[in-house]
């Protein structure tokens, strides 16, 4: 799943390149909440992987296994967009002024972007910001897990209150800034996975509850996944369109649940997935790049609609780019720092960060 929830956000900003008139694209131009699913799903994984039983949660070996999982990749797309930055005057390339100024550099590097109010968007990696607000929920997960636990076997009121939450913030989010919450993201971003992340906990406490035939569990997982993408393709209101997203998490979990083997569990769309983390983190740079060196050599305008084949050979680009940050950069680099930080762990220690990698929800 997480590979298609990564490639619609790519499809998403790509297709704003291209000369579709706006309105046309339909599931497209509401791909972007493909991000609200992952704050669901995070939740739902993450209860999983380390909210059952009465074994206590060791929080340092908690944020040391997150913070191996997400800060690799980050890092390394980061510093590759500061040389180009640092190199951009030599190569001739202009930038607006102060948009990469050292203060968003540094609210990037430690994942504090979307934290707090501000007015435009961080433009040092712009997708960097769910990263920013994923930091956030992890810092806070104690507080998550005491309510998790205390609510496990009454997982309505978690979804109770995690609706709650999400209306009273939508509403004070209207009220401060005049959007819905589901448009949040640098500018306190960190909001919208609040409420979120909650509910993702409360769908997994939802679905222990029972074990779905193989034939309901498939005919829900159609119909959520109908119900979904109908309200993304008639451009229903982002917040009915988050309201969907849990029962899809919840059936295509059940699907597993239920026995149900499915395309999902193919090497390749496994390997897919592991690599949707790089994907969604660089394709904005490779964005940045493409239209400059495009601007540079062929004397494109700033504003140029890309072709269909253009767009093609980028996201080729993309997606080759996602595999060797992945193989080369993300898990390398997690390898090392979890051995640093687990080499004696016991035996369930290191399965949980196995298992919050793979995803398996039951």
Do not use: C
Not at 260 to 276: D, K
Not at 282 to 302: T, Y
């Amino acid at each position: 799943m997480r590979f298609f929830l990564a490639l619609g956000v790519v499809l998403f900003h790509y297709q704003l390149q291209w000369t579709l008139p706006e309105g046309a694209a339909g599931l497209l131009n509401r791909a972007r909440l493909a991000v609200d699913i992952f704050f669901i799903l995070s939740g739902f994984i993450l209860t999983h992987v380390y909210l059952q039983g009465d074994q206590p949660v060791n929080y340092r070996r908690f944020i040391a296994a997150r913070f191996a999982r997400i800060y690799p990749a980050h890092l390394f797309i980061l510093l590759a967009m500061l040389l180009l930055v640092l190199a951009a005057p030599v190569l001739g390339i202009g930038l607006e002024p102060g948009r990469f100024n050292a203060g968003d550099f540094l609210t990037t590097l430690f994942l504090v972007q979307a934290w707090f109010p501000r007015d435009g968007m961080v433009l040092w990696n712009g997708p960097a910001w769910s990263l920013s607000a994923e930091w956030f929920v992890y810092l806070a997960f104690p507080a998550y897990a005491a309510v998790a636990l205390r609510f496990r076997e009454r997982p309505w009121m978690l979804l109770a209150g995690a609706t709650g939450l999400f209306i009273l913030l939508d509403a004070i989010y209207r009220q401060w800034f005049g959007s819905v919450l589901p448009r949040a993201e640098d500018n306190m971003g960190v909001l919208r996975i609040i409420p979120e992340f909650l509910l993702g906990i409360g769908l997994y406490y939802l679905g222990t509850r029972w074990t779905p035939s193989p034939r309901v569990a498939i005919v829900g997982a159609v119909g959520a996944t109908a119900l979904l993408l109908l309200a993304m393709q008639i451009g229903a209101d982002d917040r009915l369109i988050v309201a969907a997203a849990g029962p899809f998490v919840l059936a295509l979990a059940l699907l597993t649940k239920a026995g149900v083997r499915t395309f999902l569990s193919h090497p390749i769309i496994i390997f897919a997935g592991e690599a949707s983390f790089a994907l969604y983190l660089v394709h904005i740079p490779i964005l940045m790049v493409w239209r400059n060196a495009a601007q540079a050599i062929g004397g494109w305008p700033a504003d140029y609609r890309m072709g269909l084949l253009e767009l093609a050979a980028m996201l080729a680009v993309t997606l080759a780019a996602a595999a060797a940050i992945y193989g080369l950069v993300e898990r390398p680099s997690r390898q090392w720092l979890r051995r640093r930080t687990f080499g004696r762990a016991p035996v369930v220690e290191a399965n949980r960060t196995v298992h919050s990698d793979q995803g398996e929800p039951f």
